[in-house]
Nanobody, 122 residues
Framework: QVQVVESGGGLVQAGDSLRLSCAAS????????VAWFRQAPGKERQFVSV???????YYTDSVKGRFTVSRDNVKNTVYLQMNNLKPEDTGIYYC????????????????WGQGTQVTVSS
């Protein structure tokens, strides 16, 4: 199974931007749907965005117009460009190859990477 490595997080101020990267390791996910999730302190992991292998994208309502997901199949990497960050965007961001099962984006791998921490100060 393809493993993923997230990177690009950091500590920023409200209104700033960050670009997260999700690199495939030990394989390729060029034919997979790849999603971003985030887990805020004390909360469950939640869906943020997904990109299909044909580059169709979906976003959770709270990030629409601010976040953009993209993929570079040559580099085997998926990106999440996050603009106009808000304190409520704080959390650990994870990526995963996913399937849509029963209306829910489900991690195909069953396990999660280390994630990358995003902290937005007000």
């Amino acid at each position: 199974q393809v493993q993923v490595v997230e990177s690009g997080g950091g500590l920023v101020q409200a209104g700033d931007s960050l670009r997260l990267s999700c690199a495939a390791s030990g394989g390729t996910f060029n034919r997979d749907m790849v999603a971003w999730f985030r887990q805020a302190p004390g909360k469950e992991r939640q869906f943020v965005s997904v990109i299909t292998w044909t580059k169709i994208t979906y976003y959770t309502d709270s990030v629409k117009g601010r976040f953009t997901v993209s993929r570079d199949n040559v580099k085997n990497t998926v990106y999440l460009q996050m603009n106009n960050l808000k304190p409520e965007d704080t959390g650990i961001y994870y990526c995963a190859t996913v399937d849509l099962i029963g209306g829910t984006w489900s991690n195909r791998n069953g396990s999660w990477g280390q994630g990358t921490q995003v902290t937005v100060s007000s």
